[in-house]
């Protein structure tokens, strides 16, 4: 068996006798975005926060890339993992540039590579480098604050990405773009994400796998549909909430499983990515029960109807 | 940017530098207002050795007293030092409350007339708004930034170096700021005991019953007091953060 990026064995934490984190066993695999979710007060930011010690356990134990995260200084094991947090705590005297720089500097990297890395990075975030490198944080909106905040994260090409309710604090329309870009971000770089966040639509929008916590123990692992299709307690079914669970449905699944391939239709083309719930919305603003789909390159590869979507 | 005609800081430069060169050219405007005093300008010292030693006195105090000031704020917003944070307000408190001529009275004793009880009573006189602004300072770094810090991988030490002082910098500066115009005006009372400052003829002209003297040594220090403030606000400017 493969060894788990992030392996979390028997954790427990305890604040004053209040019991946060109950004996949590969780096992990440490579590539994995793992969606920590629950209400709030059920451990979900202190298991976050235990990876990169920011938090010290009581008992257990945690291994990142199969090394005992004890075993390191923590200066050391931070650098070699992303962090974002929900007010982007960007340094608010440094530009950006020097604020992506963070931990390349910290690690000693040589002047050009620093400037390289910084330029790939905004533009992986789609902020223009020429506009954003010498702007200050207070010159940008919330929005452009949070994708600067990961790119921050990404700057020492981290393999584990932790990210702590990193867009809970913009608003709608916003969050739903940082969404898209996070889950785009990650199939681009394959980095292995956890993920924290009380609102069940963003998990289920960007994981691959969902841990629900419960009073800080495991109420269910699984993949999104698994977790919306199979609750396995009335805690899980109240949380993802009984209604509209049909639309829930949608919005975890993808237009990729599935379309038509091969057939062609008129119309501007949706992503193979996007999901149910967004070609549904397609069809009824564009009048249409049938949509071409486009795959990453644009190419449309095939044909998705009104049909297939309750199939 | 202003023009640099209209800064404040040149004007009261340019007086200041003008009196404290060249008094004598107010000679005629003294021997009309006080014709009964003799000689008209303070003599027993020139200005600028008055401007020196005052200068040298409070350069001293205020530079020990930010130093310690700062290393006490810092010391206490540490998770260590945190239980000596009452302890080094109630301190530096009383140092502040204490007055600076009973202080000199007290110090006499101990370490002899001339400038080092006036440096001894400055010193105590500046440290409170130094400490607390410090602290105030550094603990207005929000919670989110300090976060980050450790969650990239700052040791403690480049987090205070790199992400905590430079933040809390402007604060700190208006503690020093205050502490430093403060400690020029209260440094006169060194002459009660030895000390060579502005204070001097002020002393000597109540000692005399020669009001010119008084007037002299007041008006020196208070534009000694308003240039240095003039300066530390504009170097807070420099040192602003932006936003």
Avoid at chain 1, 124 to 137: C, E, H, Q, S, V
Avoid at chain 2, 64 to 74: K, S, W
Wanted: charged share 20%.
């Amino acid at each position: 068996m493969i060894e788990p990026m992030i392996d979390i064995e028997h954790v427990s934490k305890a604040y004053d006798g209040r019991i946060v984190v109950d004996d949590l066993s969780l096992a990440v695999p490579q590539g994995a975005f793992c969606v920590l979710l629950g209400p709030s007060g059920c451990g979900k930011s202190t298991t976050l926060r235990m990876i990169n010690r920011l938090v010290d356990f009581d008992s257990g134990a945690i291994r990142v890339g199969g090394e005992d995260v004890l075993l390191a200084p923590p200066e050391a094991l931070r650098r070699r993992i992303g962090y974002v947090i929900q007010s982007s705590g960007l340094f608010p005297h440094w530009r950006i540039g020097d604020n992506i720089a963070t931990v390349p500097r910290l690690l000693g990297w040589p002047r050009e590579q620093i400037d390289a890395r910084v330029g790939e990075l905004l533009t992986l975030l789609r902020l223009d480098p020429a506009i954003y490198r010498g702007k200050f944080p207070h010159q940008l909106s919330g929005g452009e604050q949070q994708r600067v905040g990961v790119a921050r994260a990404l700057a020492a090409d981290p393999d584990v990405l932790l990210m702590d309710e990193p867009f809970a604090a913009v608003d709608p329309i916003t969050r739903d773009a940082l969404q898209v870009e996070i889950a785009r971000i990650h199939r681009e770089t394959g980095k292995t994400i956890i993920f924290v966040t009380h609102d069940i639509e963003e998990a289920l929008r960007v994981a691959t796998v969902i841990a629900i916590l419960d009073k800080g123990r495991l109420a269910q692992l699984g993949t999104p549909i698994d977790i919306v299709e199979n609750p396995k307690s009335d805690f899980v079914r109240g949380f993802i909430g009984a209604q509209g669970i049909g639309l829930k449905l949608l919005s975890v699944r993808r237009v990729g499983e599935r379309m038509r391939a091969g057939e062609s239709a008129d119309g501007k083309p949706i992503s193979q990515h996007a999901t149910l719930a967004e070609a549904l919305g397609t069809m009824t603003e564009q009048r249409r029960d049938r949509l071409p789909v486009a795959d990453g390159e644009g190419r449309v590869v095939g044909v998705i109807t009104l049909a297939d979507l309750v199939r | 940017m202003r023009a640099a005609w209209k800064s404040p800081v040149l004007w009261v430069g340019l007086l200041f530098a003008f009196l404290l060169l060249d008094m004598r050219q107010l000679q005629p405007l003294f021997t009309a207002a006080f014709p009964g005093v003799r000689p008209e300008i303070f003599d027993r010292a020139s200005f600028l050795e008055l401007f020196w030693s005052h200068l040298a006195l409070v350069a001293v105090a205020s530079g020990a007293a930010t130093v310690v000031g700062i290393a006490l704020a810092v010391f206490v917003t540490r998770p260590a030092g945190s239980d000596f944070r009452t302890l080094v307000n109630v301190a530096a408190t009383i140092g502040q409350t204490f007055p600076p001529a009973a202080v000199l009275a007290l110090a006499v004793p101990a370490l002899g007339f001339g400038p080092r009880p006036t440096m001894m009573a400055l010193f105590l006189y500046g440290l409170l708004p130094i400490v607390e602004n410090s602290i105030a300072g550094i603990e207005g770094v929000p919670a989110a930034v300090r976060d980050a810090a450790s969650g990239m991988g700052l040791s403690r030490w480049q987090a205070l170096r790199d992400v905590e002082l430079p933040l809390a910098a402007p604060v700190i500066l208006a503690g020093v700021r205050v502490s430093v115009t403060i400690g020029i005006g209260t440094a006169t009372i060194g002459s009660a005991v030895g000390a060579l400052t502005f204070g001097t003829p002020i002393f000597d002209g109540l000692a005399g019953n020669k009001l010119p003297y008084v007037i002299q040594g007041a008006m020196l220090v208070a534009l000694f007091a308003i240039l240095t403030d003039l300066m530390l606000a504009r170097l807070a400017r420099v040192l602003s953060p932006p936003g």
